[in-house]
């Protein structure tokens, strides 16, 4: 069955530590996202990438860095400067030309120890 | 600037009694709108769209939606609720690049 994967499903950072977030789909999407989901504030998009090699900052990427190098994975990076990294993080895709929203994975919950 | 609003954080409701979460929008253009459901732990998963045509939409599970453009809402409806339909609801909109949710109106259905 087509989907997106996420690993690892929970995460435990140190200060001061680098972890990556894995997200992989078999879904052929083109557009890909990674969104931050916090109590009560919905979900806030970090980045984006519509296409191979190529992303965008979404509203709150500062202390996070993407890469797309396969069409077929996004992983997120989130780096020491994130001061307030524990929330959970949704990665999403799209073809772009079907009308059926997007296609999420079923998260990782980062926390900071 | 596409955006949605979900004025409810919270809709307590009786098993078998009718439910309704509220969204409302604000777009430039025609809306292309949404409902999503969540579990605890889980990503989101689709319910229903509204892209064009019916003002009533019908989804998944017995959910239905109804687009109102005068009042620029979407609310979510179900003739009659289940202890199972308990979870966190999302109305979002599509935009240029990205697709922007409401913060979520959590749903307590109760025996």
């Known amino acids: 069955d087509g989907g997106i994967t996420q690993s690892p499903k929970y995460l435990f950072r140190k200060e001061g530590q680098n972890v990556t977030l894995s997200c992989e789909q078999n879904?052929?999407?083109?557009?890909m996202y990674w969104y931050r989901q916090d109590p009560g504030q919905g979900l806030r998009l970090i980045y984006y990438s519509q296409i191979v090699n190529d992303f965008q900052k979404g509203d709150i990427a500062e202390g996070y860095s993407v890469s797309r190098e396969k069409k077929e994975s996004f992983p997120l990076t989130v780096t020491s400067a994130q001061k307030n990294p524990t929330a959970f993080y949704l990665c999403?895709?799209?073809?772009?030309?079907?009308?059926?929203?997007?296609?999420f994975g079923s998260g990782t919950r980062l926390t900071v120890v | 600037a596409q955006s949605v609003a979900q004025p409810e954080d919270q809709v307590n409701v009786a098993e078998g009694n009718p439910l309704t979460v509220k969204c409302t929008y604000s777009?430039?253009?025609?809306?292309?709108l949404f409902w999503y459901v969540q579990y605890p732990n889980r990503g989101l998963q689709f319910l229903l769209k509204?892209?064009?045509?019916?003002?009533l939409v019908k989804g998944s599970y017995g959910f239905e939606a109804e687009f109102n453009k005068s009042q620029t809402s979407f609310h979510l409806k179900k003739p009659s609720a289940l202890v199972s339909d308990s979870a966190l609801y999302f109305c979002a909109v599509s935009g240029f690049n990205d697709m922007r949710f409401g913060a979520g109106t959590r749903l307590t259905v109760k025996p």
């Open positions: 999403a895709s799209h073809s772009g030309t079907d009308n059926y929203g997007y296609t």
């Open positions: 879904l052929n999407h083109d557009a």
């Open positions: 509204y892209i064009t045509g019916d003002n």
């Open positions: 777009v430039s253009g025609n809306p292309y």
